[in-house]
């Protein structure tokens, strides 16, 4: 049997079948996927920046702001009632935002080290706990495994094409939100303490998703656990890809800016999330019984 069989298409029962059918709330884990999980992740950085650093609201004031809508995003995308490609993504955009200000509330201060030059504060309210990286990133470590561990113990499957529940929909999204601020610890880690800068980070992060494709052809490693390695791993490479833009070419970057990195992210974004509506349009129209071709994998 093929090792990729943990992504195979969702079991939907025919209009003439009369066992119980179920509708697909997730995508296809396809290429296109892991562009637009990228795509979403490096706006989700240089957007989080745009509101915290460049507008000066500060980490504290944002994260309650972006947190406030990714309950709203997930509450649209839990309603829903099959996969919407705008729902999702959405939810996956503000995911990436909130993740980005909760990392950095989490691990930075009102230091000299993550201020502007002559700037004593960043915003109203607290200026962050300055846990640091690597506690930071054991913190979130730690969230993730319990989250890991209570749905384990609910009984449902971590194969991702099975999520077909609300309470198992809500354990995935709970999963993502701290994987993506535990990817952000990550990429700011490479991108400011490791020494390797905002493109050495980017492409060691690349290497290690090379080593994940390359361990899907391993019939001893389980895909749901390379599935959920990769999607860590994207996001510190959203982070350092979104810092590689936006910072000053003195520390490295490129000094395109927070505002105009993100207006042409998000409109990257819009354009394959478009692409994907059409997409499932077309596959929603196609007769019963007729397949899409060869092979379909999906995730949801």
Known sequence: MENSEVLTD????????TTKSVMKKLPEVTLAFWIMKIAAT?????????????LKLGYFLT????????????????????YNPFFYWT??????????????????????????????RLGWGPQGLGLGYPTGAAILISILLVIFTVW??????FQIRDIVSFRGEALFWSAILVSNTLGTSMGD???????????????LVTGLLGVLLALMKVPAVPNVLLFWFAFVLTRPLGATAGDFLTKP????????????????????LFALMGYA????????????????GPVTRRAG
Do not use: C, H, W
Not at 10 to 17: E, F, P, R, Y
Not at 72 to 80: A, W, Y
Not at 277 to 292: F, H, L, M, T
């Open 277 to 292: 509506q059409v997409r499932e349009r077309r596959s929603a129209a196609r007769p019963a019984g007729e397949k899409p």
């Open 91 to 120: 939810v996956i955009l503000s995911t990436s935002m909130a993740g980005t200000t909760m990392s950095d509330f989490m691990n930075r201060d009102a230091s000299a080290k993550y201020l502007s030059a002559g700037a004593t």
């Open 152 to 157: 384990k113990l609910s009984g449902m499957t």
């Open 42 to 54: 490096t706006l989700g950085e240089t957007a989080g920046d745009l509101f915290a650093q460049t």
């Open 10 to 17: 969702l079991d939907v029962a025919s209009a003439s079948n």
């Open 249 to 268: 070419v003195a520390k490295g970057g490129l000094d395109l800016g927070t505002a105009g990195s993100s207006a042409v992210l998000l409109a990257v």
């Open 189 to 203: 880690f490479l991108s400011d303490s490791s020494g390797l800068g905002y493109a050495g980070g980017a492409l």
């Open 63 to 82: 994260t309650i702001a972006l947190f406030l809508v990714f309950v709203v995003t997930l509450v649209v995308q839990l309603r829903s009632s099959r």
